[in-house]
Structure formats: C-alpha cells, structure tokens
C-alpha cells in the first residue's frame, strides 16, 4: 500500500538512522578487534567508608581508547557487547584484569593496611545480565580468584536487578555457589527500576549499591532522605553493607554519614583512576582510622 511504501521509504532516507546504523556495524567490528587484541583499560573508582574517610574499595570501571573517537566510555559500548554477546569474553576479560589489579594492591598495601586494621582491598567488579547468564560464568569468577590469588572475599561482583528478575532455577543455583566461593555480591543501581528489597532475602546479597539518582536530592527532599535512611536501616538490620552512589558535595556526604550510611563513591573523594593513580591514592590513604577525613572535618 502507499502507507507501507511510504514508511518504508522514510526509513530509508532517514539519514540519521542511516548514519547510526554505519556506526553502530562499525563499532561492532572494532569491538572484535578490541577484545581479540585486549585494548580495553579499566579504570578504578574509589569507595571509602564515610565516618572515617578510610578507603575500602575501588570499583573497575571499563573504557575503551579509541584511534578517532577518543577514550570510549561503557554507556557506548556496554549494551552492544550485551547484544551481540561480545559482553561475554570482554566481561572475562575484565574480571581477570581486576583480580589481577587487586593482587598487585595486595602485595604492596595489606601489611601497612592490617598495621592499622584496615582489611585488604577489595575490587568491585560490573557483571551484566547477559554475562551472568553464560553457563561457564561462575568458572570465569573461579579461574579469577584462582589464578590472581587474592582471597574471595576481595572480590564483589555488581550486579543489576535484570539478572535477579529472572527468578529461575540456574540464577538461584549459580548465586549460591558464588556466596558460598566466599565472592561479595552486590546489587547495582539500587532503587532504580524494579529492584526489590525481596532480593536481599533470596540471594546472598552483602552489598547494596543505592542510586546516584537518590544521593542527588537528598538535601533537597525530606522524602528522599527517608527513603535513604530507610533503606539504609533495612540492610543494616540484614546485615547487608550499603555504598552511596555518585557523592559529589561535602553536605550529600555528611547528610550519608549521620543516617549511619557506611560507604560511598563519588566525584567528591575521587573519579574513576589509572592503574598508576589508583596506586597512589591508595599509599596516601593508609593511614590510621580517624586519619583521613580533610582539613576543617
Ligand atoms: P555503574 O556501575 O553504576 O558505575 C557508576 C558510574 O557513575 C560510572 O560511570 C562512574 O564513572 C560514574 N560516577 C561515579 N561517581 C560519580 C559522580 O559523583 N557523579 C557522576 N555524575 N557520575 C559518577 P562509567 O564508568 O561511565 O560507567 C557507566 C556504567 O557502565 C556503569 O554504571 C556500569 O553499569 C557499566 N560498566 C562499566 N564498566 C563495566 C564493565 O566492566 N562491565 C559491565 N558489564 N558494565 C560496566
Ligand atoms: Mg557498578
Ligand atoms: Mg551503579
Ligand atoms: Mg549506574
């Protein structure tokens, strides 16, 4: 019919959609060439306990240098991979990288760090959905531990609610076996979409991340504080650690840190790292608890 014709024919001359599908068949080929070769980077951000100011973890946060687009970052690549199941042997990739990164932390900072009773460093670590799902997927988190050497419990895998809506059987078997390796589990941008505090029952969860989504109107709402201090008493109570996610001013941290928050992440204690930064920050922040916090605080 004309109507059919003539959709048809707007699809074709649209030249944006023209434009991004060239870019995306492009992206999608260098991105085989990418992870054959290993040109990703990971990056490594910071989370730090917010009474004290001690640092507790980073999290590896991949990019992707590029000749012409410059360092690409993972909202540009991460869902393709996840389509095309490239997500599979870069997310290997990147789990490998991060144990190995943390063993190096290990090696030069737990001594200084048990001197002053701060445990070893833990490495968070982005899973996807479609990763997660992948049956030698808890193998890869093995072979990681294994071949790194850091203990389990260094080790946190951050996962999104679309790998626990999934309730069925492989997910519920494959979390368990994962709590019992002794690996950290947390759940990724808490608060956005349907994530459930049903999960922190089901699964062996020990981390909850709350979204930056919710940290931004914290001093500006008082129904955003008490449903971040609620969530924030429920995990306690759980036993569940929460990390406050995208801290930016000194008020989101203090507001955090007098509900009884435990941890955050942010722009205001640092952004994602060089391996060579991380080091750095890491041999300036161990010092003794009570320590770290700036001047004035
Ligand atoms: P995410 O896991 O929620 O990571 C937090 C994102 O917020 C990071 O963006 C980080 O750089 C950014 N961020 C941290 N603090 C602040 C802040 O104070 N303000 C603002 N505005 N942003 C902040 P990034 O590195 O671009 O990563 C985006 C998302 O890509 C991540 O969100 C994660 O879902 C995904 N991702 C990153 N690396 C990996 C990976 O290795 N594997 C998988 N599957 N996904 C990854
Ligand atoms: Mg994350
Ligand atoms: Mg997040
Ligand atoms: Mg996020």
């Known amino acids: 019919s004309a109507k059919s014709a003539g959709k048809r024919q707007w699809c074709h001359y649209q030249p944006s959609l023209q434009a991004g599908l060239v870019?995306?068949?492009?992206?999608?080929?260098?991105?085989?060439?990418?992870?054959?070769?290993?040109a990703f980077r990971l990056y490594y951000q910071p989370i730090v306990d917010l009474a004290s100011g001690a640092l507790v973890a980073f999290e590896a946060l991949v990019r992707w240098p590029h000749d012409r687009r410059g360092m690409v970052l993972p909202d540009e690549f991460i869902a393709l991979a996840e389509e095309s199941g490239q997500i599979v042997p870069l997310g290997a990739w990147v789990l490998e990288r991060a144990a190995q990164e943390a063993a190096g932390?290990?090696?030069?900072?737990?001594?200084?760090?048990?001197a002053v009773g701060l445990p070893p460093l833990?490495?968070?670590?982005?899973?996807?959905?479609?990763?997660?799902?992948?049956?030698?997927?808890v193998d890869v988190v093995r072979g990681a531990v294994r071949t790194s050497g850091i203990p389990a419990e260094s080790l946190v895998l951050e996962l999104t609610e679309s790998v626990l809506m999934r309730r069925d059987d492989?997910?519920?078997?494959?979390?368990?076996?994962?709590?019992e390796l002794g690996v950290g589990i947390a759940i990724d941008d808490f608060g956005t979409g349907y994530s459930s505090l049903s999960y922190?029952?089901?699964?062996?969860?020990?981390?909850?991340?709350?979204?930056?989504?919710?940290?931004?109107?914290?001093?500006?709402?008082?129904?955003?504080?008490?449903?971040?201090?609620?969530?924030?008493?429920?995990?306690?109570?759980?036993?569940?650690?929460?990390?406050?996610e995208g801290i930016e001013h000194p008020d989101q941290r203090d507001l955090l840190a007098a509900m009884g928050c435990p941890l955050g992440q942010g722009y205001l204690f640092a952004h994602p790292l060089t391996p060579d930064q991380a080091r750095t920050f890491i041999e300036q922040h161990t010092t003794p608890l009570g320590e770290h916090t700036g001047p004035g605080s």
């Open 23 to 38: 870019a995306r068949h492009e992206l999608n080929e260098n991105l085989d060439t990418a992870i054959a070769e290993s």
């Open 170 to 179: 492989r997910v519920h078997t494959d979390m368990h076996t994962l709590g």
């Open 122 to 137: 833990r490495v968070n670590v982005n899973v996807s959905a479609r990763q997660f799902r992948d049956a030698g997927f």
């Open 200 to 244: 922190l029952r089901e699964f062996p969860i020990s981390i909850l991340k709350i979204d930056k989504s919710f940290i931004d109107g914290l001093g500006l709402s008082q129904q955003q504080y008490a449903l971040v201090e609620g969530i924030t008493r429920i995990a306690d109570t759980l036993g569940v650690q929460v990390i406050a």
């Open 105 to 114: 932390w290990h090696a030069f900072s737990s001594a200084a760090r048990a």
